[in-house]
């Protein structure tokens, strides 16, 4: 049963930073396609960063682009999302997602291809 947690959250001022971290066991971290996914109450879950086994190709949603850097250290069966310049819409609780399929960019924003999920890690950003 692969496991899937998130750490990292917190309460942050816009413009400042967060880095957040996923850790997984029981699987083989190296060979996944890991996800980063927000829900904000009352909204859909959205995606947000996605990389892939080797780290060699990573997607991002348009409204992260410039701000967030997804990264992974399969040595330590982690990874990472690095948020700069955050912004009050940026609140959500942030999800990792981990998936033993191999997609192109575009398929690896989509939450249906991912099969294990972690229960989340809130974000918020104060104005």
């Known amino acids: 049963q692969v496991q899937v947690v998130e750490s990292g959250g917190g309460l942050v001022q816009a413009g400042g930073s967060l880095r957040l971290s996923c850790i997984t066991s029981?699987?083989?971290?190296?060979?996944?396609?890991m996800g980063w996914f927000r829900q904000a109450p009352g909204k859909e879950r959205m995606f947000v960063a996605a990389?892939?086994?080797?780290?060699?190709?990573?997607a991002y949603a348009d409204s992260v682009k410039g701000r967030f850097t997804i990264s992974r250290d399969n040595a330590k069966n982690t990874l990472y999302l690095q948020m700069n310049s955050l912004k009050p819409e940026d609140t959500a609780g942030y999800y990792c997602?981990?998936?033993?399929?191999?997609?192109?960019?575009?398929?690896?924003?989509?939450?249906?291809?991912?099969?294990?999920w972690g229960q989340g890690t809130q974000v918020t950003v104060s104005s």
């Open positions: 029981g699987g083989t971290f190296s060979t996944y396609v």
């Open positions: 997602a981990a998936s033993s399929n191999h997609y192109t960019a575009q398929a690896m924003g989509v939450d249906s291809n991912y099969r294990y």
């Open positions: 990389i892939n086994w080797s780290g060699s190709r990573t």
